[in-house]
């Protein structure tokens, strides 16, 4: 399981209301967050995301210009 800096957590909902909480996650990929009971079940949610998309393989390889 991925840590999840509670500092952090504790920032993004100090920072933003729900409303902007449900629109980052639905951009980190999220679906329904407006389901998750609290704010700070939504902005560990978005850090959890965020952390997983650093671990996510790149594509690699040639790339041919025609």
């Known amino acids: 399981m991925l ?3 509670e ?4 920032e993004l ?3 933003n209301t729900r409303k902007e909480l449900n629109v980052l996650a639905r951009e980190e990929g ?3 967050p407006e389901e998750l009971p609290r704010k ?4 560990k949610e978005i850090l ?3 952390k997983a998309n ?3 393989n790149k594509p690699t390889g040639l790339y ?3």
């Open 30 to 32: 999220i679906k329904d």
């Open 7 to 10: 500092d952090k957590a504790q």
């Open 13 to 15: 909902v100090d920072e």
């Open 48 to 50: 959890r995301a965020r």
């Open 54 to 56: 650093e671990y996510v």
């Open 3 to 5: 840590n999840i800096d």
């Open 64 to 66: 041919i210009e025609k």
């Open 40 to 43: 700070m079940a939504v902005a």
